[in-house]
């Protein structure tokens, strides 16, 4: 779901960039460096996991699992997605330099939200696989829908490309949301302690 070079408004590249410095200070702040393999871990998971792209006009559809990296590091998805993105464009030219910024925001801003607002459903056992396909799924919902209005507002001859490009991730949605709540079970059972989990809800 990178946007490419050439394809945004100055006005939206600038508003992106800043919304992603600021997500990207915010995570550093809050990231507990004893968690930086964590971090470098999720980062990983989320490069490779954006490596195959099928095309969708401006845009392309691919696993995304930035619903997992939200659930496994918070604002610390921030820069995490922010390195793995710097990282395919130089090596892969996927996406690019300028757009940087506000495909960071597209990535991270929906897994860090999504996270936060299921977490509840994460501290109950019988609930757990269920929020973290709701992390999952709305992650990849909230990308694909924030993609899409950034395509809008740049120019209204995208907006069929955007419709595309939210029609495309459907399937997309589904099969990060079974990913996710896999992981998200498994973790709980080998390393409650990843996902923040203390000892009663371990249980």
């Known amino acids: 779901m990178h946007i490419s070079e050439g394809v945004l408004s100055p006005a939206i590249l600038s508003g992106g960039a800043a919304l992603a410095a600021l997500g990207v200070t915010l995570g550093l702040r809050r990231l507990d460096y004893e968690r930086l393999m964590t971090v470098a871990v999720a980062a990983a998971v989320f490069f490779v996991g954006s490596l195959v792209h099928v095309p969708a006009g401006v845009s392309s559809v691919h696993l995304i699992l930035n619903g997992l990296v939200g659930v496994l590091l918070g604002w610390a998805a921030f820069p995490a997605i922010l390195v793995a993105l710097v990282l395919q464009g130089v090596l ?11 495909n960071t925001v597209t990535m991270a801003a929906p897994a860090v939200l999504s996270a936060w607002l299921f977490r509840p459903l994460l501290q109950r056992p019988h609930w757990r696989r269920l929020g973290g396909f709701c992390i999952g799924a709305c992650s990849v919902a909230g990308s694909a829908l924030l993609t899409a209005l950034a395509l809008g507002m740049t120019d209204e001859g995208f907006l069929g490309a955007a419709g595309v490009l939210l029609l495309a991730h459907l399937p997309v949605m589904a099969a990060e949301g079974v990913i996710t709540a896999l992981t998200v079970g498994f ?5 409650p302690d990843v996902l923040g989990l203390d000892e009663e809800e371990r249980a």
């Open 92 to 102: 892969f030219q996927y996406g690019g330099i300028t757009v940087l910024g506000v």
């Open 187 to 191: 973790l709980a059972r080998v390393r």
